[in-house]
């Protein structure tokens, strides 16, 4: 059974760094042609895709939030990280990790983590 789980701090202050990190159990995130993904959902709004990285490393990244995102893993812990810069009270939201393959690209989920920015 393959398992997500996010976990960071729930509160960051305006202009700080956004780090996430989803530990994947049941699958490598090393296997052919996956994608490990970050996706976000600001309160009242539509999910958000942030970018992905896949399973040899590359990455692909939300035009809107490109210059301000990392994506990277530690492929010995069977992790993968989110870092998202200059954070402003608009990047408030629930934050998900998610998993996948080309056919199926989200079919696997962390629980998310609710993360708020404040001043």
């Known amino acids: 059974q393959v398992q997500l789980q996010e976990s960071g701090p729930g509160l960051v202050k305006t202009s700080q760094t956004l780090s996430l990190t989803c530990t994947v159990s049941?699958?490598?995130?090393?296997?052919?042609?996956?994608?490990w993904v970050w996706i976000r959902q600001p309160p009242g709004q539509d999910p958000e895709w942030i970018g992905h990285?896949?399973?040899?490393?590359?990455?692909n990244y939300n035009p809107s939030l490109k210059s301000r995102t990392s994506i990277s893993r530690d492929t010995s812990k069977g992790q993968f990280s989110l870092q998202l810069r200059s954070v402003l009270p608009q990047d408030t939201a629930v934050y998900y990790c998610?998993?996948?393959?080309?056919?199926?690209?989200?079919?696997?989920w962390g629980q998310g983590v609710r993360v708020t920015v404040s001043s």
């Open positions: 990285i896949t399973d040899g490393g590359g990455t």
């Open positions: 049941g699958a490598s995130i090393t296997s052919n042609e996956t994608f």
């Open positions: 998610s998993g996948g393959f080309h056919a199926d690209y989200l079919r696997y």
